[in-house]
C-alpha cells in the first residue's frame, strides 16, 4: 500500500519568503509524485508531478519539488511567496501499477503582507 | 464548459435520505475518478471508471455507495441512507488515460458539498 504523510495542517509565511511545504511517501515500488493546488471555492489543479528522470522538477508559479529516494520525500518549494500562493497544497503519490492517486491530507498555506 | 461540471453544487439532505451527485467529465476523457474531501482528511479515494474495463471499486466505503458511468461519460453516485458522517465534498475528476501516467494530469470539477442533517 502506498500513503503519503504532511505534516502539520498550516504553514504560514510572510510576502517574500520562502515557502516550504513537506511531503514524505511510503510505497514499496518506484512512486510517481504530484503536487496538487486548491484555491479558494476552486477545484484542485496540478502544480507539478515527478515520473522518472530528472529529480529536481519545476512547475507552474515559480513551485519546484526535489524527489530524494533516500528520504522518501518529495518537498514543496518556492524561493519568494505571493499573496496569490495562499491555498490548499496536496502532495500526492501512485505507480506503475494502480490507476488512483493516493493523497495526503493537505496543507493550508497562508501569507501574510 | 471545457472542465469537469459537478452537479449539484450544493445538497442539504436529512438522514436516511439517497442523494445522488453527477459528473460530467471532459468531453474526450476515458477515465473517471470520485473522490471525496472531508476537513483535515484530505482527498479519499472511491471509484475509478476507465473506458469499458471493470470499474475499480476498492475505495468505496461501504454498500450504501455506488456509482455507475453511462455510455463513458456522465457518472453518478449515489449514496443510500445518508449518514451524517456521509457530510463532505465528493470531487469528480477526468483524464486521457488510464491512470495519472498518461498525461500525469486529473482535472477536477469544483465537487459537491453535501450536508446531512
Known amino acids: 500500500a502506498q500513503s503519503v504523510t504532511q505534516l502539520g495542517s498550516h504553514v504560514s509565511v510572510s510576502e517574500g519568503a520562502l515557502v516550504l511545504l513537506r511531503c514524505n511517501y511510503s510505497s514499496s515500488v518506484p512512486p510517481y509524485l504530484f503536487w496538487y493546488v486548491q484555491y479558494p471555492n476552486q477545484g484542485l489543479q496540478l502544480l507539478l508531478k515527478?515520473?522518472?528522470?530528472?529529480?529536481l522538477v519545476k512547475g507552474i508559479n515559480g513551485f519546484e519539488a526535489e524527489f530524494k529516494k533516500s528520504e522518501t520525500s518529495f518537498h514543496l518549494t518556492k524561493p519568494s511567496a505571493h499573496m496569490s500562493d495562499a491555498a490548499e497544497y496536496f502532495c500526492a503519490v501512485s505507480d506503475l501499477r494502480q490507476s488512483k492517486l493516493t493523497f495526503g491530507k493537505g496543507i493550508t498555506l497562508s501569507v501574510r503582507p | 464548459g471545457a472542465g469537469v461540471s459537478q452537479s449539484p453544487s450544493n445538497k442539504v439532505t436529512e438522514k436516511g435520505k439517497d442523494v445522488e451527485l453527477r459528473c460530467d467529465p471532459i468531453s474526450g476523457h476515458t477515465a473517471l475518478y470520485w473522490y471525496r474531501q472531508s476537513l483535515g482528511q484530505g482527498l479519499e479515494f472511491l471509484i475509478y471508471f476507465q473506458g469499458n474495463s471493470a470499474p475499480d471499486k476498492s475505495g468505496l466505503p461501504s454498500d450504501r455507495f455506488s456509482a455507475e458511468r453511462t455510455g463513458g461519460s456522465v457518472s453518478t453516485l449515489t449514496i443510500q441512507r445518508t449518514q451524517q458522517e456521509d457530510s463532505a465534498v465528493y470531487l469528480c475528476?477526468?483524464?486521457?488515460?488510464?491512470?495519472?501516467?498518461?498525461?500525469?494530469?486529473?482535472?477536477f470539477g469544483e465537487g459537491s458539498r453535501l450536508t446531512v442533517l
Open positions: 515527478y515520473t522518472t528522470g530528472a529529480t
Open positions: 475528476a477526468s483524464s486521457f488515460a488510464r491512470g495519472p501516467m498518461g498525461t500525469g494530469e486529473l482535472f
